[in-house]
C-alpha cells in the first residue's frame, strides 16, 4: 500500500460488538425483569464509584462486584450475573469482521483498542473468538489508560513502536476519535451507516 498506513486499530463496543437485542438497548435494559436487579442501583452502587479504577486495572472486577451484589441482589452470584452481563452483550458484527479481514490479507495488522476490564477482555478474545481475528490487543486495564485519555493512545503507540501517523482508529465515541487525532494517529467516527470500505478509502 502506498499510504504510510500500517495497523487498523479498531474498537470493541459500538463497532465489532453489540447488544444482543435488534432494537439496540444496552445489556441492562432488561436487568430488572431477568435478575430483579435495578439498573439504578448497580450504577449508582457499582458503575459510578468503581467502574474507572476497574476499567483501568486498578482495581478487581469481582472485587469490587461482590460487595455491591450482596447488598442489592444477594440472591444472585457473582458467576451469575457476569454471565448475563457479558451474554447479553456479544453479538458479533460477522460481515464487518469479515471485511477487516480482507485488510489484513492486504498487509494492514488489526489490533482491538478497546475499553475493558481483564474478564471481559478474556471473554471478548476466547468465547466470542476475537483472538482468531486480530494481531494484537490493547485493552484498558492492561494499558493502564482508558480512552479518550491521552496516556491510552501514547502508550499503545509505543507498544507497536510504530509512529502515530501510521495507525487509524476505527471508533463510534466521537471523544475517542477525536483524543486520537490530538495524539497524532488517523481516525474515523464509526457509525455503521457507510461501507467500511469507503470510509477507509481517504487513508489508503
Known amino acids: 500500500m502506498a499510504s504510510s498506513l500500517k495497523t487498523l486499530m479498531v474498537d470493541v463496543d459500538g463497532v465489532l460488538v453489540h447488544a444482543n437485542s435488534?432494537?439496540?438497548?444496552?445489556?441492562?435494559t432488561r436487568l430488572h425483569e431477568d435478575l430483579q436487579i435495578s439498573p439504578d442501583d448497580l450504577y449508582e452502587k457499582f458503575f459510578a464509584p468503581h467502574?474507572?479504577?476497574?476499567?483501568?486495572?486498578?482495581?478487581?472486577?469481582?472485587?469490587?462486584?461482590e460487595p455491591v451484589l450482596a447488598e442489592i441482589a444477594p440472591r444472585i452470584s457473582s458467576s451469575?450475573?457476569?454471565?448475563?452481563?457479558f451474554g447479553q452483550d456479544a453479538r458479533v458484527d460477522t460481515t464487518l469482521l469479515a471485511e477487516f479481514q480482507r485488510y489484513r490479507a492486504m498487509g494492514l495488522k488489526m489490533h482491538?483498542?478497546?475499553?475493558?476490564?481483564?474478564l471481559r477482555a478474556a471473554y471478548l478474545l476466547e468465547t466470542l473468538g476475537l483472538s482468531a481475528h486480530v494481531d494484537r490487543v490493547h485493552y484498558s486495564a492492561?494499558?493502564?489508560?482508558?480512552?479518550?485519555d491521552r496516556g491510552f493512545f501514547d502508550?499503545?503507540?509505543?507498544?507497536v513502536d510504530l509512529a502515530?501517523?501510521?495507525?487509524i482508529l476505527i471508533d463510534d465515541t466521537l471523544p475517542n476519535v477525536e483524543a486520537a487525532r490530538d495524539a497524532g494517529w488517523h481516525?474515523?467516527?464509526w457509525t455503521g451507516e457507510d461501507p467500511l470500505a469507503d470510509v477507509l478509502a481517504p487513508y489508503l
Not at 435488534?22 to 441492562?28: L, Q, V
Not at 492492561?142 to 479518550?148: C, F, M, N, T, Y
Not at 502515530?164 to 495507525?167: A, I, Q, R, S, V
Open 112 to 118: 482491538l483498542a478497546t475499553n475493558q476490564e481483564h
Open 164 to 167: 502515530p501517523e501510521n495507525l
Open 51 to 65: 467502574w474507572n479504577e476497574i476499567v483501568t486495572g486498578q482495581a478487581g472486577l469481582l472485587e469490587r462486584l
Open 142 to 148: 492492561a494499558v493502564g489508560h482508558r480512552k479518550p
Open 187 to 189: 481516525a474515523v467516527h
Open 80 to 85: 451469575d450475573f457476569l454471565a448475563y452481563w
Open 155 to 159: 502508550t499503545v503507540a509505543a507498544s
Open 22 to 28: 435488534e432494537d439496540g438497548r444496552s445489556w441492562f
